[in-house]
T-cell receptor, first 114, second 113 residues
Framework: DGGITQSPKYLFRKEGQNVTLSCEQNLNHDAMYWYRQDPGQGLRLIYY???????QKGDIAEGYSVSREKKESFPLTVTSAQKNPTAFYLC?????????????FGEGSRLTVL | KQEVTQIPAALSVPEGENLVLNCSFT??????LQWFRQDPGKGLTSLLLIQSSQREQTSGRLNASLDKSSGRSTLYIAASQPGDSATYLC????????????FGTGTRLQVFP
């Protein structure tokens, strides 16, 4: 079945460590996105990519990094520079590159900093 | 700056009721509006997408309407069931920044038997 796979589902990190969240899609979508969800707040865009080898910062990119070497993959690294990394992270993709189409989400990765 | 508001934040209804969830936005210059469902600890599932030129979309027991001029959308759920219990989020796509969806904070719905 086509879809978006995020891993790991749960991740614990010590302060000062970098961690990488995986996002893979087999929908043949051009665009991929990373969102962060915190309790009581709407989803906020971290980074997005409309095409391979290109990506753009979203509203809250500080302390995060991404790469888009393959169409199917858009990993997110949460660096030690991110001051409040504990959150639920959601990866999404869409058929077109300009958000005009329907957005499909993965199951999410919950990161907890100890 | 676009702001998306969903009221109420939480709603509890008995099974079988027809209900309406509200979504309002401050800037009417949007390309589309999308409704999502989120189960606890899960990702979002797209329910309905309404383009700015459309007035409504229907899928099964769900009907979403869009009134751009008043900055409002409603999600109508007919004959609610316990399985409808989830958080419902709306999101708008700005027309002058085509890569940013602005999400509301959601309405948490509980349907009890």
């Amino acid at each position: 079945d086509g879809g978006i796979t995020q891993s790991p589902k749960y991740l614990f990190r010590k302060e000062g460590q970098n961690v990488t969240l995986s996002c893979e899609q087999n929908l043949n979508h051009d665009a991929m996105y990373w969102y962060r969800q915190d309790p009581g707040q709407g989803l906020r865009l971290i980074y997005y990519s409309q095409i391979v080898n290109d990506f753009q910062k979203g509203d809250i990119a500080e302390g995060y990094s991404v790469s888009r070497e393959k169409k199917e993959s858009f990993p997110l690294t949460v660096t030690s520079a991110q001051k409040n990394p504990t959150a639920f992270y959601l990866c999404a993709s869409s058929r077109t590159g300009t958000h005009t189409g329907e957005l499909f989400f993965g199951e999410g990765s919950r990161l907890t900093v100890l | 700056k676009q702001e998306v508001t969903q009221i109420p934040a939480a709603l509890s209804v008995p099974e079988g009721e027809n209900l309406v969830l509200n979504c309002s936005f401050t800037d009417s210059a949007i390309y589309n509006l999308q409704w999502f469902r989120q189960d606890p600890g899960k990702g979002l599932t797209s329910l309905l997408l309404i383009q700015s030129s459309q007035r409504e979309q229907t899928s099964g027991r769900l009907n979403a309407s869009l009134d751009k001029s008043s900055g409002r959308s409603t999600l109508y759920i007919a004959a609610s069931q316990p399985g409808d219990s989830a958080t419902y989020l709306c999101a708008v796509l700005q027309s002058y920044n085509t890569d940013k969806l602005i999400f509301g904070t959601g309405t948490r719905l509980q349907v009890f038997p």
